[in-house]
């Protein structure tokens, strides 16, 4: 029994972070730039690629640090699509284009039938089918997040039909989701106390009051249990545990509650500053309610831990 | 990372296991009255026959030299099998600790075999009518005399004292200042005049204390004479920490929990699987705590963070019971639990003073 990460496993998130945090703001309003070019010089998208396909073969647990780092950063994009669910939703040829970064995919989402940022992609997936995107009729929907835009999509043209199942993408890609929103939370949670350690108000920093301190305290709590769910969930899909949806399903859920009450307070303590233009926290506050709803929210998440749990024992 | 355990934990886990199967007893009376104080007693010496009472110790003390992740085995089969609350838990869970860091050997042959057998029961005796959360307002104090000191002073609140045999906790030995001159002393009871007090239950279950004078050899101080503050802080961050509640307790509420709430109302069942998430995600942060603490690094301030957590997430598992039985509540173990879950958010530290660190020590706010 080990649950900690390996000095691979940390190196290759500071590496992704670092790289992140070396792109300033300009990050956020960038569709599919130089953040993503650095990243595909590293490799990151093909993480979870196999060998044999020109990627690094690794598992969901040697990347989810990585990939809430990813979350951490507000990386815009389809992110878990491209780098996650694609990988187990493609076949031969694409998978080695994957792998060099020079295919971005996004994925139609089973429960809303929208698709994010698929005005930047090159295949758009709406299971079973994939196509180009130019084979594909793209209307813009309005969405909660700037750096995830929202589309319907179309299947007009021609489209290819994709073998297997697409339960390994989502089961990766909601587990690779809560990921981002344990590193949404992590920033938020950071950039709040930052902030309340220099505002000043009755002569002292609001961070030094009792009702301030305890608001934070608590979404502490918050991410230091969530976060572990979210690694066991890695484990769970990459052994095909018998319990892996039910851990995707927890993971998704407890990580998605941290970071809206990460956002949520994250509001309150910068107060009315927060609530306009003027910070860039409004693309955190942003990206945790975008994907706490991606890939199932909350309420749906936990609706499967309660169908799951009932009647089974627990591991081990 | 991974969440593997290995052979010999599989088969610790199965030997315990099979033991609590065969030997758990059921309906204990309260441990807070003469003879459910007695039968929990008994208890623990057929755990300490087995080997079992301190898994974690060395042999030489009564235990086995389990490792943590052992120890956590140990505690969800325990709670799983529901096994009597453990009336030695003040001594074995906060007090050992402290001895194996500090005590001499002297302290450690003759208070450790008899703790781990229930022969002695430990009461702690922290607080004073005057110094809860703000412990370090205590008044309490050890004059010196010839080959040890006589105690003074008035301690409340104190667990298990009502039968206990010996106590533990802090005394002024100096005025040097809130946190100085404070010294660590263990003590039989049989001399302190001991007052029970009623718990919500009804039962006992505290007690206050009165030093006119006591008298304690100078065996009976822990580490050295001022050091106190500092050693008792030892003990509280692992009663905040892993050895107070460790996750097999709530693991084995939030399945009875799911248990009873099979069938009900799904928003009620919602809860309850919330519940059962929490418990989860406490086993798994104490399997990475756990992690740290065996590559060698202290827990700190971090036991905040869980303190915080599982008072509360108890709480809400017994508060959501009652409300899925309603008025049968009270004739169901789920009561008792619920009084007990409710004293959680208090002892210890209460969650005010926990959020206060986590935000200060963790979080670096400033004071």
Redesign the interface.
């Given at each position: 029994?080990?649950?900690?990460?390996?000095d691979d496993?940390l190196a290759l998130a500071a590496t992704v972070r670092d790289l992140l945090a070396a792109q300033g703001p300009g990050l956020l309003a960038e569709r599919r730039g130089p953040a993503w070019a650095r990243l595909a010089e590293l490799g990151f998208f093909g993480l979870l690629v196999p060998a044999e396909h020109d990627g690094l073969g690794l598992r969901l647990?040697d990347v989810v640090l990585a990939l809430e780092e990813t979350g951490r950063a507000c990386l815009p994009g389809p992110v878990v699509e491209t780098a996650v669910a694609a990988p187990f939703l493609l076949g031969g040829p694409e998978l080695g284009k994957l792998a060099t970064g020079a295919l971005c995919v996004t994925l139609v989402q089973p429960g809303s039938g929208l698709a994010v940022d698929a005005d930047v992609a090159d295949l758009v997936v709406a299971w079973p089918r994939a196509a180009g995107r130019d084979a594909v009729r793209l209307t813009p929907h309005p969405g909660t997040d700037p750096g995830r835009r929202m589309f319907e999509a179309s299947f007009d043209g021609e489209a290819v039909l994709l073998p297997g199942s697409a339960v390994p993408a989502l089961r990766r890609a909601t587990v690779a989701t809560a990921a981002q929103l344990v590193g949404v939370a992590r920033w938020l949670?950071d950039t709040s106390?930052a902030y309340?350690?220099v505002r000043t108000q009755f002569g002292?920093?609001i961070?030094?009051f009792?009702a301030?301190?305890?608001m934070?305290?608590?979404v502490?709590?918050a991410v230091?249990?969530?976060a572990?769910?979210v690694?066991?969930a890695a484990?769970a899909v990459d052994c095909s545990e018998a319990t892996a949806d039910r851990d995707v399903s927890?993971a998704k859920?407890?990580a998605g509650e941290a970071a809206v009450l990460a956002a949520r307070t994250a509001l309150q303590v910068h107060g009315a500053v927060g609530y306009t233009h003027e910070l860039d926290l409004r693309h955190w506050l942003a990206r945790a309610w975008s994907l706490a709803a991606a890939y199932g929210g909350t309420?749906e998440h936990?609706?499967r831990?309660?169908e799951a749990?009932?009647?089974v024992p627990?591991w081990? | 990372?991974?969440?593997?355990?290995?052979a010999a934990?599989?088969d610790f886990?199965a030997e315990v296991r099979a033991w609590l199967a065969a030997n758990v007893p059921r309906n204990l009376p309260s441990m807070n009255t003469p003879a459910g104080f007695q039968a929990h007693r008994e208890w623990e010496a057929r755990l300490a026959d087995a080997r079992l009472s301190v898994v974690s110790w060395p042999e030489e003390y009564g235990g086995r030299g389990a490792s943590l992740?052992e120890w956590l085995i140990f505690e969800e089969e325990y709670w799983a099998a529901g096994a009597p609350g453990r009336v030695s838990q003040n001594g074995i869970f906060l007090l050992a600790p402290t001895l194996f860091a500090y005590g001499t050997e002297e302290q450690k042959a003759g208070f450790l075999p008899r703790m781990a057998r229930a022969e002695d029961v430990w009461a702690q005796a922290w607080s004073e009518p005057e110094a809860g959360s703000d412990l370090a307002a205590l008044t309490s104090r050890a004059v010196r005399t010839d080959g040890g000191w006589l105690l003074h002073g008035h301690k409340t609140w104190s667990s298990r004292a009502a039968h206990a045999s010996h106590g533990f906790g802090l005394f002024r030995t100096s005025g040097e200042g809130r946190h100085r001159g404070l010294t660590y002393f263990l003590f039989p009871l049989r001399d302190v005049e001991v007052r029970p007090i009623a718990q919500l239950d009804g039962e006992p279950g505290f007690a206050e204390l009165r030093f006119d004078g006591v008298f304690v050899p100078d065996s009976g101080v822990l580490g050295a004479p001022g050091e106190g503050w500092r050693i008792a802080m030892a003990t509280t961050s692992s009663e905040r920490g892993l050895t107070l509640r460790s996750p097999g307790r709530f693991?084995a509420t939030a399945?009875r929990l799911?248990e009873l709430a099979?069938g009900a109302d799904?928003a009620l069942?919602?809860r309850?699987?919330?519940c059962?998430?929490?418990a989860?995600?406490?086993r798994?942060?104490t399997?990475?705590v756990?992690?740290?603490i065996a590559?060698g690094r202290d827990l700190g301030p971090?036991a905040s963070?869980g303190k915080?957590?599982w008072s509360e997430l108890d709480l809400r598992m017994h508060t959501l019971a009652l409300e899925l039985l309603g008025e049968r509540a009270a004739a169901t173990p789920w009561f008792d639990g619920f009084l007990f879950a409710l004293a959680g958010p208090i002892y210890a530290g209460t969650n005010?003073i926990?959020?206060?660190i986590?935000?200060?020590r963790?979080?670096?706010?400033?004071?």
């Amino acid at each position: 029994m080990n649950f900690a990460f390996t000095d691979d496993q940390l190196a290759l998130a500071a590496t992704v972070r670092d790289l992140l945090a070396a792109q300033g703001p300009g990050l956020l309003a960038e569709r599919r730039g130089p953040a993503w070019a650095r990243l595909a010089e590293l490799g990151f998208f093909g993480l979870l690629v196999p060998a044999e396909h020109d990627g690094l073969g690794l598992r969901l647990a040697d990347v989810v640090l990585a990939l809430e780092e990813t979350g951490r950063a507000c990386l815009p994009g389809p992110v878990v699509e491209t780098a996650v669910a694609a990988p187990f939703l493609l076949g031969g040829p694409e998978l080695g284009k994957l792998a060099t970064g020079a295919l971005c995919v996004t994925l139609v989402q089973p429960g809303s039938g929208l698709a994010v940022d698929a005005d930047v992609a090159d295949l758009v997936v709406a299971w079973p089918r994939a196509a180009g995107r130019d084979a594909v009729r793209l209307t813009p929907h309005p969405g909660t997040d700037p750096g995830r835009r929202m589309f319907e999509a179309s299947f007009d043209g021609e489209a290819v039909l994709l073998p297997g199942s697409a339960v390994p993408a989502l089961r990766r890609a909601t587990v690779a989701t809560a990921a981002q929103l344990v590193g949404v939370a992590r920033w938020l949670l950071d950039t709040s106390v930052a902030y309340a350690k220099v505002r000043t108000q009755f002569g002292r920093p609001i961070g030094a009051f009792q009702a301030v301190k305890h608001m934070l305290a608590d979404v502490a709590v918050a991410v230091e249990f969530a976060a572990p769910l979210v690694y066991r969930a890695a484990l769970a899909v990459d052994c095909s545990e018998a319990t892996a949806d039910r851990d995707v399903s927890g993971a998704k859920a407890a990580a998605g509650e941290a970071a809206v009450l990460a956002a949520r307070t994250a509001l309150q303590v910068h107060g009315a500053v927060g609530y306009t233009h003027e910070l860039d926290l409004r693309h955190w506050l942003a990206r945790a309610w975008s994907l706490a709803a991606a890939y199932g929210g909350t309420a749906e998440h936990r609706a499967r831990v309660r169908e799951a749990v009932a009647g089974v024992p627990r591991w081990p | 990372m991974d969440l593997d355990f290995t052979a010999a934990e599989r088969d610790f886990r199965a030997e315990v296991r099979a033991w609590l199967a065969a030997n758990v007893p059921r309906n204990l009376p309260s441990m807070n009255t003469p003879a459910g104080f007695q039968a929990h007693r008994e208890w623990e010496a057929r755990l300490a026959d087995a080997r079992l009472s301190v898994v974690s110790w060395p042999e030489e003390y009564g235990g086995r030299g389990a490792s943590l992740v052992e120890w956590l085995i140990f505690e969800e089969e325990y709670w799983a099998a529901g096994a009597p609350g453990r009336v030695s838990q003040n001594g074995i869970f906060l007090l050992a600790p402290t001895l194996f860091a500090y005590g001499t050997e002297e302290q450690k042959a003759g208070f450790l075999p008899r703790m781990a057998r229930a022969e002695d029961v430990w009461a702690q005796a922290w607080s004073e009518p005057e110094a809860g959360s703000d412990l370090a307002a205590l008044t309490s104090r050890a004059v010196r005399t010839d080959g040890g000191w006589l105690l003074h002073g008035h301690k409340t609140w104190s667990s298990r004292a009502a039968h206990a045999s010996h106590g533990f906790g802090l005394f002024r030995t100096s005025g040097e200042g809130r946190h100085r001159g404070l010294t660590y002393f263990l003590f039989p009871l049989r001399d302190v005049e001991v007052r029970p007090i009623a718990q919500l239950d009804g039962e006992p279950g505290f007690a206050e204390l009165r030093f006119d004078g006591v008298f304690v050899p100078d065996s009976g101080v822990l580490g050295a004479p001022g050091e106190g503050w500092r050693i008792a802080m030892a003990t509280t961050s692992s009663e905040r920490g892993l050895t107070l509640r460790s996750p097999g307790r709530f693991l084995a509420t939030a399945d009875r929990l799911v248990e009873l709430a099979a069938g009900a109302d799904p928003a009620l069942a919602d809860r309850a699987a919330r519940c059962w998430l929490d418990a989860e995600a406490y086993r798994l942060q104490t399997y990475a705590v756990a992690r740290r603490i065996a590559s060698g690094r202290d827990l700190g301030p971090a036991a905040s963070l869980g303190k915080v957590f599982w008072s509360e997430l108890d709480l809400r598992m017994h508060t959501l019971a009652l409300e899925l039985l309603g008025e049968r509540a009270a004739a169901t173990p789920w009561f008792d639990g619920f009084l007990f879950a409710l004293a959680g958010p208090i002892y210890a530290g209460t969650n005010e003073i926990q959020r206060t660190i986590i935000a200060e020590r963790v979080l670096g706010l400033p004071r």
